[in-house]
């Protein structure tokens, strides 16, 4: 096989990779909040706010997505690749500090107590709970607007937007079957090690795209994209690990 | 504050979350390495180095902060 099929072929696992992981995680979060809904106001609030999301989300992504792809290629790179590295910088800090010891680990369960607390403080509503499908729609909507983001920037610059989209889709999916199996908040997916690996790979597609976007040449050209990954990832487990030990509390005190 | 206002700082807080300085140091690193583009110069480094070296600055700050002892409020 070519080396530069077997490349392609790399480069969109990675991106069905990276699409899927960040998806499970956005979606879990938007599974605790449809949870505390239905538990709360009910399950016809709860579905009623998630489907209404979902299609605003999809209305969103088709409404864009042919129009990012149709920008032209070096100039989409730049930004695009500018934006997804800034993006995912956010993400990987995020990570770094939490695995460092000095952000609080993203905990599902008590956010899921503490959304439920919220919910039943609020009055009823008649029939149809209004609070309830608003509370359902922002929180999937919001979550969501994460993924489209991931899979417009990642979808437009390597033209595969339908791939970046099934991933995300799969993602949400699986998310969704195993919330309905469970019936409760997803506390057992390994959520912060989840966004650890996509800080660092939407960092490394982001630095690669928006490199190329300025006129970077990198060596290796697209093979080089896992040199990045790797230095990335070397960079920021080095760097949480460094972080926890000077966190614990022989260190501090 | 207009609705306008409060959606492009929603968008800007969405894509940047709550270091700018990072934000601007990867505009930084960009500049540069288009300037340092098409020279003779492996202008590729650029971009890890100063993007490990950004995103180091901003947990290194974190860390101080965390560090520091609170405030005297007396």
Known sequence: ?253 | MGALKRAWLACVDFVVGDDWTLAAAVVAVLFVTWLASGGGFPSWILVPVGVAAALTVSVVRVQRAARRPPADPG
């Open chain 1, 1 to 253: 096989m070519p080396a530069a099929v077997r490349t392609l072929g790399v480069h969109l696992f990675l991106l069905a990779l990276a699409t899927f992981l960040a998806s499970t995680v956005e979606m879990v979060e938007a599974l605790t909040i449809v949870l505390a809904v239905g538990v709360t106001r009910g399950w016809r609030a709860a579905v009623t706010g998630l489907v209404v999301a979902l299609v605003a989300l999809a209305v969103l992504v088709a409404a864009l997505g042919p129009a990012v792809t149709r920008i032209p290629l070096g100039d989409l790179r730049v930004v695009v690749g500018g934006l997804l590295l800034v993006f995912g910088l956010q993400w990987l800090r995020k990570a770094i500090l939490r695995a460092g010891g000095l952000k609080g680990l993203h905990d599902e369960d008590a956010i899921y107590r503490a959304e439920v607390a919220q919910l039943e403080a609020a009055g009823r509503g008649g029939r149809v709970d209004g609070y309830g499908v608003s509370v359902a729609f922002k929180g999937v909507f919001l979550e969501g607007l994460e993924v489209v983001f991931i899979v417009l920037t990642f979808g437009a610059t390597q033209g595969h937007l339908a791939v970046a989209a099934l991933a995300a889709v799969a993602a949400a999916v699986m998310v969704a079957a195993l919330g309905v199996a469970v019936h409760r908040p997803l506390t057992r997916v390994p959520e912060n090690s989840l966004k650890f690996v996509v800080g660092v790979m939407l960092t490394s597609f982001g630095m690669f795209w928006a490199g190329e976007g300025v006129g970077a040449r990198w060596p290796g050209s697209d093979a080089f994209l896992l040199v990045l990954i790797g230095a990335t990832l070397g960079l920021s487990v080095g760097g949480a690990a460094l972080l926890r030990r000077a966190n614990t509390p022989a260190a501090v005190g």
